[in-house]
């Protein structure tokens, strides 16, 4: 029995030593690997500045470290130049070899290198609109993260629907297919209407919500139909998104809505209203902020107090709307 | 030209380097500062005659630079052209009634940044 204990104490002992000694091994080892990632940006760095100011000067990458430090540098200085100096990165990355090794790394089984190739190539380089697509549809959100990111950078117009499709499927986030639409600019404002008359439930409402952000007041007649749209996800999206876009004209289709059967659906059109500015509307919203649930009677009262209404006698919501306006005065 | 020295205060390096090589090649000198206070100690020192301003920066921010500066008689005059990824109106109308002289936003043109170095130390 004491032969086994010492027996076993020895090959815990022996296997401590051995998880010391990996884990100082790669330490060591990534030391090493971080002094020459250093090393070799320190030798890029000039030649990749020279061609930066327009100098024909030729990269001889030769090892993996040294292109995957010319790609983080010319990436850095593709998101941070415009004009003659990000055509000169342009073209120094598809010379060095770069791009095709973002494309290859957009492809690998590590999800956390797919991501960092994905976003690299959105800041280089030629249109990779059909690569980044179907990165879109990534298994990793990270990967579809860049991948729409990238597609805005590119300002790809072929990326406005599959990026509305995965905003309105909640499969990116948010803010950041948002803001890949802004990067495309106008066509993807375009793009949107249409998924609007005609995209799945979910797209469509995504789609309003996009255009509050990017549209202008000529897309309010759509939206103003899509407030008739049987789905109320569809129907509040579109009540927001009019109210973001400041179309004055839509306030009068819009005061109806404060009788939409689903609450949160009213309590977006009040708020509209108020952001509007619509005067006419402050009968209706009193109204409601007296006598409807609480949420659309809140948001009634805040857009009542905002629009200068005047209230004799007013209930707990428009008191508490008048004390807020006052408090933020 | 040798004679014109100029100051980049920016904290990321290789958009320093990067000022730094354009700067240089037109015959320039440059000294660098990677925050506001580091910026503030050599313009004291150096005098100068331009400064480039990052807005963003740790310990002091570009704002803080310029406001010091112009409170101070002797740098109340130095030419500042801001350079920022803030890119909004209100953020270029803060950036000037701070007292900047230009304002040039990220992604920017190496080009356009020597072009407006050059048209401000023209004008001081």
Known sequence: ?329 | MADTTILIAEDDPDIRDLVVFRLERAGWQVLEAGDGEQALEIIRSKKPDLVIVDWMMPVMSGIELISELREDPETGSLPILMLSARAQETDIVHGFTSGANDYLTKPFSPQELFLRVQALLARS
């Open chain 1, 1 to 329: 029995m004491t032969t086994q204990l010492i027996a076993l104490s020895i090959a815990l002992g022996v296997v401590n030593i051995v998880i010391a000694g990996a884990v100082v091994l790669n330490r060591l080892v990534a030391r090493y690997s971080d002094r020459r990632y250093r090393r070799a940006v320190e030798q890029v760095r000039p030649i990749v500045l020279s061609a930066i100011a327009g100098d024909a000067v030729s990269l001889g990458v030769r090892s993996r470290i040294e292109l995957l430090a010319t790609g983080d540098l010319l990436a850095k200085y593709g998101r941070n130049l415009s004009g003659d100096g990000r055509v000169h990165v342009n073209e120094l990355a598809e010379r060095s070899g770069v791009i095709d090794a973002l494309v290859r790394g957009s492809q690998s089984r590590r999800s956390w290198k797919r991501a960092a190739c994905v976003y690299r190539l959105g800041d280089l380089g030629r249109n990779q609109a059909e690569l980044l697509i179907v990165r879109l549809s990534d298994s990793d959100r990270r990967v579809r993260n860049a991948a729409a990111r990238s597609l805005g950078k590119q300002r790809c117009t072929e990326g406005v629907r599959p990026i509305a499709y995965a905003f309105g499927r909640g499969t990116i986030a948010r803010a950041v297919g948002a803001q890949a639409l802004i990067d495309i600019g106008p066509p993807a404002a375009d793009a949107l209407a249409r998924l609007l008359s005609s995209g799945p439930v979910l797209v469509q409402a995504g789609a309003a919500e996009l255009l509050g952000r990017l549209g202008t007041v000529s897309h309010s007649s759509l939206l103003a139909e899509a407030m008739d749209h049987h789905d109320p996800e569809v129907r509040v999206a579109a009540v927001r998104a009019l109210g973001r876009i400041g179309a004055r004209s839509a306030a009068a289709r819009i005061l109806p809505v404060l009788g939409d059967p689903v609450p949160f659906v009213r309590s977006a059109a009040a708020t509209a209203l108020g952001a509007l500015g619509s005067r006419d509307a402050i009968d209706a919203l009193t109204v409601m902020a007296e006598s409807d649930e609480y949420l659309p009677a809140r948001a009634a009262a805040e857009s009542a107090v905002l629009l200068g209404g005047r209230f004799p006698d007013p209930g707990p919501h428009l008191r508490e709307a008048i004390r807020m306006s006052e408090v933020t005065a």
